[in-house]
């Protein structure tokens, strides 16, 4: 595809959406803190990021706004179909120097992966770059709890092999189930819940808040990780809290869906 401004080309490694229903984690808890992120306003359908490569190695993210076409990209990709993510110059929003996420992938025939100056986007703003593996904060929590979600049958079989090491007493816990049940009540930013189809007629829930993640499937169990726990992963068997389904089905209810 073209770049924004100076007609360069950049070969695109990949692409991800930002949209209420999906965005990746690292960007915030809720889809206005995504996009406020990037400088970009939190409307309409959201955006896709593509990823990718200028003729020079220079890392770069393309955020547009044509949703349905990175859709279309990724499911194509995600089904092993070759797909020539092209969006047209006039759909980019912007255009901004880094990557948000760490890639094992780079294009091959230019020079290796880096950031192009801090500036070279005209936005002065700092490349973007993917958070730290040996610090643990809200967005390594938050990408735990992704990985926890895509990872979900061999986290439960953890969960049933160890008894279902549960901590109904801990007081971060408590916080954040009750937090989360105000979420049902009043409900939260756009993208702070959000539900995707899971199979068997169950859902797989993802909410954040102050301090807290949970991953949950409608039906089953919940996990929750803490900014005060770092690294742990705090379990919910159905069978340890008896309001624990009634909660989840009124997440699922307030959640925001893919379209």
């Given at each position: 595809m073209s770049d924004d401004e100076d007609g360069g080309s950049l070969y695109v490694l990949t692409a991800v959406l930002l949209t209420p229903a999906q965005f990746?984690?690292?960007l915030g808890d809720d889809f206005p803190e995504a996009c406020s992120q990037l400088g970009v306003e939190p409307g309409g359908e959201g955006y896709g990021?593509?990823?990718?490569?200028?003729?020079?190695?220079?890392?770069?993210?393309v955020v547009v706004d044509d949703v349905s076409l990175v859709a279309t990209a990724i499911a194509s990709w995600d089904c092993g179909m070759e797909y020539d993510l092209s969006p047209d110059e006039r759909s980019i929003v912007v255009s901004l120097a880094g990557w948000p996420l760490e890639l094992s992938v780079a294009a091959s025939g230019i020079p290796e992966p880096h950031d192009p100056q801090q500036g070279a986007d005209g936005t002065g703003r700092v490349p973007l770059a993917p958070p730290s593996a040996e610090a643990w904060g809200p967005v390594q929590r938050r990408m735990g709890a992704d990985q926890i979600a895509r990872e979900w049958a061999d986290w439960r079989e953890r969960v049933a092999t160890d008894g279902g090491?549960?901590?109904?007493a801990h007081p971060g816990l408590a916080r954040a189930l009750e937090q989360a049940r105000a979420y049902t009540l009043s409900?939260?930013?756009p993208g702070r819940v959000r539900s995707s189809?899971?199979?068997?007629g169950a859902r797989t829930l993802?909410?954040?808040g102050p301090g807290w993640s949970l991953v949950a499937r409608t039906g089953d169990a919940a996990f929750v990780l803490l900014d005060e726990e770092p690294g742990e992963v705090l379990s919910v068997p159905r069978e340890g809290d008896p309001d624990l389904s009634r909660l989840l089905t009124a997440l699922d209810g307030v959640a925001v869906r893919p379209a």
């Open positions: 990746p984690g690292v990021l593509v990823l990718g490569q200028d003729e020079e190695g220079a890392r770069w993210t090491a549960a901590a109904a409900p939260p930013p189809f899971a199979g068997e993802r909410a954040d």
